[in-house]
């Protein structure tokens, strides 16, 4: 089946800790996004990618940063730098960025213990 | 800079009801429209995508509709079940960029 993979579902960190979230998508799809979701607010765009080995900052980029070595892979890095990074993840991928339908994985709760 | 709106944050509807969720944004010079579902803790799920050529999509009991000068979508669901219960988004991808703009959404509930 295609889709879209994120992993872990759950994820614990500590402060002063980096983590990174996986997103991997077997669609062949050339774009990747990545969102923080936060109760009662909307998508927040992080960083996106509209084809291998490049990528660009979203809107809330600080404390965050991502790498796209492979057309499966984006994933996310959460660093010590994110002052609040208690949230919910999602990835997406689209063929091609803007301008066709967005699919995303399942999401990863990240919570800072 | 683009904004999304989305009245009302939630609604409660009776099994069997015809219902509308509204949509609207500040920017008429958008690439396309999409109306999303999203379940208690999951990921979202693609509902209607409308180009910003096109004035409505449809998919089963779902129809969108798309008034880019007055800046505004509604998304029409027939027949409301239970299983519609979820939380309804809508983003808009604005012309010359590579993203898009979500609204916070409407949380859906479908009592039997």
């Known amino acids: 089946d295609g889709g879209i993979t994120q992993s872990p579902k759950y994820l614990f960190r500590k402060e002063g800790q980096n983590v990174t979230l996986s997103c991997e998508q077997n669609?062949?799809?050339?774009?990747m996004y990545w969102y923080r979701q936060d109760p009662g607010q909307g998508l927040r765009l992080i960083y996106y990618s509209q084809i291998v080995n490049d990528f660009q900052k979203g809107d809330i980029a600080e404390g965050y940063s991502v790498s796209r070595e492979k057309k499966e892979s984006f994933p996310l890095t959460v660093t010590s730098a994110q002052k609040n990074p208690t949230a919910f993840y999602l990835c997406a991928s689209s063929i091609v960025a803007a301008t066709d339908t967005q699919y995303f994985g399942p999401g990863t709760r990240l919570t800072v213990l | 800079k683009q904004e999304v709106t989305q009245i009302p944050a939630a609604l409660s509807v009776p099994e069997g009801e015809n219902l509308v969720l509204n949509c609207s944004f500040t920017?008429?010079?958008?690439?396309?429209l999409q109306w999303f579902r999203q379940d208690p803790g999951k990921g979202l799920t693609s509902l209607l995508l409308?180009?910003?050529?096109?004035r409505e999509q449809t998919s089963g009991r779902l129809n969108a509709s798309l008034d880019k000068s007055s800046g505004r979508s509604t998304l029409y669901i027939a027949a409301s079940q239970p299983g519609d219960s979820a939380t309804y988004l809508c983003?808009?991808?604005?012309?010359?960029?590579?993203?898009?703009?979500f609204g916070t959404g409407t949380r859906l509930k479908v009592l039997a």
């Open positions: 983003a808009v991808t604005p012309s010359g960029t590579y993203k898009y703009i």
């Open positions: 669609l062949n799809h050339d774009a």
């Open positions: 920017d008429s010079a958008i690439y396309n």
């Open positions: 409308i180009q910003s050529s096109q």
